[in-house]
T-cell receptor, first 116, second 114 residues
Framework: EAQVTQNPRYLITVTGKKLTVTCSQN?????MSWYRQDPGLGLRQIYY???????DKGDVPEGYKVSRKEKRNFPLILESPSPNQTSLYFC???????????????FGAGTRLSVL | AQSVTQLDSHVSVSEGTPVLLRCNYS??????LFWYVQHPNKGLQLLLK??????LVKGINGFEAEFKKSETSFHLTKPSAHMSDAAEYFC????????????FGTGTRLTIIP
């Protein structure tokens, strides 16, 4: 079954304690992306990757890191989480044939993060 | 630059009546437009997409949307609402010759009244 898998689904942590949210896709997609969803703001892009070892900032990259060492995985790293990073996070992937703009994004089920 | 505005944050309709969720966009180039649906505690799922083919696009679950360039709109409609349509809906725009970036609207929560 084609899917994007995020782990964990729920996470409560404290300020300053490094954490990683994993994302894996089994569709051999080149493009992967992280979004955060906040009430009234929709989804905002944090980082995206067009392929292995190619990453770029989205709209709200501050406080986050990513890496793309393998095509299927795109972990999101919070080196020193702060309460303003409390949010619902989504990973997504897609093909890039013809441009990302024309392709369907496949989303994971989300990770709800609370930073105390 | 691209942007998208969902004109209603919350829409309530009775079961069996038509649904209209409004979306206006701004794009420097020829845009691709999408509607995604998010059911409670789930990820986003594609409803339909427009990528410069037919202006009336049909999606899953009886939804459709019409691309109107003169009005810069891409409203989502369904003739008859079902209880299972209750969800949050996102309009998304992307410049097809731009920077591969998707811009999401702030979402419209659809409530279905029994």
């Amino acid at each position: 079954e084609a899917q994007v898998t995020q782990n964990p689904r729920y996470l409560i942590t404290v300020t300053g304690k490094k954490l990683t949210v994993t994302c894996s896709q089994n569709m051999n997609h080149e493009y992967m992306s992280w979004y955060r969803q906040d009430p009234g703001l929709g989804l905002r892009q944090i980082y995206y990757s067009m392929n292995v070892e190619v990453t770029d900032k989205g709209d709200v990259p501050e406080g986050y890191k990513v890496s793309r060492k393998e095509k299927r995985n795109f972990p999101l790293i919070l080196e020193s989480p702060s309460p303003n990073q409390t949010s619902l996070y989504f990973c997504a992937s897609s093909r890039i044939t013809g441009g990302v703009a024309k392709n369907i994004q496949y989303f994971g089920a989300g990770t709800r993060l609370s930073v105390l | 630059a691209q942007s998208v505005t969902q004109l209603d944050s919350h829409v309530s309709v009775s079961e069996g009546t038509p649904v209209l969720l409004r979306c206006n966009y701004s794009s420097s180039y020829s845009p691709s437009l999408f509607w995604y649906v998010q059911h409670p505690n789930k990820g986003l799922q594609l409803l339909l997409k427009y990528t410069s083919a037919a202006t009336l696009v049909k999606g899953i679950n009886g939804f459709e949307a019409e691309f109107k360039k003169s009005e810069t709109s891409f409203h989502l409609t369904k003739p008859s609402a079902h209880m299972s349509d209750a969800a949050e809906y996102f309009c998304v725009v992307s410049d097809t010759f731009g920077n591969e970036k998707l811009t999401f609207g702030t979402g419209t929560r659809l409530t279905i009244i029994p």
